[in-house]
């Protein structure tokens, strides 16, 4: 299979289950978008989550050469911080300001942590992804009951300005 697909540091069974896991991630949180008919649902998510996985993975892989040829090898930080700028630009595209009310904030910060959780599951911090995955689930969930029940989000909060 090596002669195919190339040599790698990573093996291809731990790859393949680290783009699965993030991809799984971004699945998870973009059920919930999909599911109130929101802007940027499933599609997204598990893009934004499968592309963070494999560029982690190709900076890990572009680590792990330079290392085996005595190079200086690339800074895997410098790749989150890039991540991170691509998914704010992104993320900016879903949010708008229309007769005072700000709309798609929970659906920007949604696709920012799918980002962040692929990158994790790219690196193979499975634990980091998971809790962080539970806590956005509980966020994007738990408290869209929770502020469904508040007195005063019927008036203050609709249903398109408290959860797009």
Known sequence: ????????TIALDEMLWRIAAATACGL????DRQMRKLSAGIGPHMLVALASA???LIVLELHG???GQGASPPDPTRTIHSLAIAAGIL????VFVSKGHVYGLTTAASLWMTSTLGVAVGAGFYRIALAGLLFAVLALTGLWFVTRRLPAS???MD???SST
């Open 159 to 161: 249903d398109r300005s």
């Open 54 to 56: 494999v560029t982690m």
């Open 154 to 156: 019927s008036s203050a």
């Open 91 to 94: 993320c900016s595209g879903v």
């Open 28 to 31: 998870v949180l973009g059920l």
């Open 1 to 8: 299979m090596e002669a195919v697909l190339g040599q790698t």
């Open 65 to 67: 050469r330079a290392l």
